[in-house]
């Protein structure tokens, strides 16, 4: 398929998990895709993989580094994707350092990606943003407390976005997933393997194809039609805190 033949495609965080395979999905219909993390070396492989991709090493929480690779750029296709979680205690013994650590990546990691892409597609009149939020950003789970505030706060800038750049031909999506099988329990849990399996024991999460399939169905979309957004349960999720395990 080439419908996005053309188009150039940023993703951020597409060193691994759903940025990973939004930008496989999105190079599979001819996008040029720009591929931006922190792990070059990743970036790299990703990039030698898909052929022709460009590789930008970047940590979003890096304002003027974020301004220096992508403010003179003009983007059709823009996906948010980089975001992590930390700890999954109660917020009252919570760890400040980590609160800044998501804070500064989910939130105000994407608020520069926002500042520093968008201008160019309204003045270009067209383009698309794909945000990646979660139903973390519908629903608080015990434990979620900061990462659901992050990802409440990512929905509310979706509908700023919508409002203060109505009629500009921008169109702006919010992707919102359940359960999905990554590497985001291991970072959670620092690297703690074992930990992070066993968010997923006995159910079957969502794969990382299966959320970028519902970006690229998005963006695929006639230019009047904006999807504007997307929830992705996995079958065996109920809500964020029901989880169906070892179904008969
Ligand atoms: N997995 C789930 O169940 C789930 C559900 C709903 C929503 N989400 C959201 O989906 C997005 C992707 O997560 P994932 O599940 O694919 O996790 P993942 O496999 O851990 O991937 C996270 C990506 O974000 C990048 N990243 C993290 N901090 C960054 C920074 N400061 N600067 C640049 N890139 C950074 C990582 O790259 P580097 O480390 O190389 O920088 C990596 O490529 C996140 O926003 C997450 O909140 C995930």
Redesign the pocket.
């Known amino acids: 398929m080439t419908r996005l033949k053309e188009k150039l495609a940023l993703v951020?965080?597409?060193?691994?998990?759903?940025?990973a395979a939004t930008a496989r999905a999105l190079a599979r219909e001819g996008a040029q895709v720009v591929l931006?993390?922190?792990?070059q070396e990743?970036l790299q492989a990703l990039a030698q993989e898909l052929g022709s991709a460009e590789v930008v090493a970047?940590?979003?929480?890096d304002e003027a580094a974020v301004a220096s690779a992508l403010a003179q750029r003009r983007f059709d296709l823009v996906v948010v994707?980089?975001?992590?979680?930390r700890g999954l205690g109660p917020l009252h013994a919570g760890h400040p350092g980590e609160w800044d650590e998501m804070i500064d990546?989910?939130v105000k990691?994407l608020l520069f990606v926002l500042r520093n892409t968008v201008p160019a597609m309204i003045e270009h009149g067209a383009g698309d943003v794909v945000l990646?939020g979660?139903?973390?950003g519908r629903q608080v789970y015990p434990g979620g407390n900061v990462y659901c505030a992050t990802?409440h706060a990512v929905r509310a800038i979706y509908e700023a976005l919508r409002l203060d750049a109505a009629g500009k031909g921008v169109r702006f999506t919010t992707v919102d997933?359940?359960?999905?099988e990554?590497?985001?329990s291991t970072?959670r849990f620092r690297g703690d393997e074992q930990k992070a399996s066993e968010v997923y024991a006995g159910m079957t999460p969502l794969a990382?194809a299966d959320v970028a399939d519902a970006i690229t169905w998005a963006v695929t979309r006639p230019a009047h039609v904006n999807v504007g957004e997307i929830v992705l349960w996995p079958t065996d999720q109920a809500s964020t805190r029901d989880v169906k395990r070892d179904r008969e």
């Not at 931006?36 to 792990?39: E, P």
């Not at 970047?58 to 929480?61: A, K, S």
């Open positions: 951020t965080g597409a060193s691994a998990g759903i940025g931006a993390a922190r792990r990743r970047l940590d979003v929480r994707n980089a975001g992590l979680g990546t989910n990691g990646l979660s139903v973390a990802k997933p359940g359960m999905v990554t590497e985001f970072v990382p």
